[in-house]
């Protein structure tokens, strides 16, 4: 089996944001980075999707995700925030993880998997924890990598 999702090392990061704004401005810059989509568009379609509800996951996580022609698969990227920011969540935690994914415009089933493969990792306690505490973006990379290629086996 093949993974729902791909990431690349430029796509996580450890970020400095004071606010939610702050936090998707980051995840757009990011996606933009390793899918070569302006970075704009990608803010857009993320804030469009936020407007439905918050993605806001809970326990720390958010999953902001949109789907975007001209990409041919799902991407993901990681943003680990230096200090906890309020993402309005269902639980009202404030967020020090995000968890971010672009799909396809017609990858129906497929975003939705990799959604829910995004959520089992990230309900997943002793991993929420190391995440929080890998020292870098580069611990963080090879943390998500097993683990992607693990349940991708």
């Known amino acids: 089996m093949t993974a729902l999702f791909t990431i690349d090392p430029n796509a996580v990061r450890v970020i400095r944001a004071e606010n939610k704004q702050q ?31 918050s993605t806001g996951f809970g326990r720390g996580v958010a999953i902001p995700h949109a789907r975007i022609d001209g990409l ?24 020090d993880c995000v968890f971010g994914l672009l799909s396809p415009e017609q990858a129906g089933a497929t975003h939705l998997q990799a959604l829910a493969a995004i959520s089992r990792l990230m309900r997943d306690d002793k991993m929420h924890e190391k995440l929080v505490s890998a020292p870098d973006a580069d611990a963080l990379y090879a943390l998500l990598v097993n683990v992607i290629d693990r349940d991708a086996a």
């Open 23 to 53: 936090i998707l401005a980051a995840l757009g810059d990011t996606f933009a980075t390793v899918t070569g989509i302006d970075p704009t568009h990608l803010l857009d379609r993320i804030e469009e999707r936020e407007r439905l509800g």
């Open 72 to 95: 041919t698969k799902p991407v993901a990227a990681f943003l680990r925030l230096e200090k906890p920011v309020d993402f309005d969540s269902a639980d009202g935690m404030p967020v």
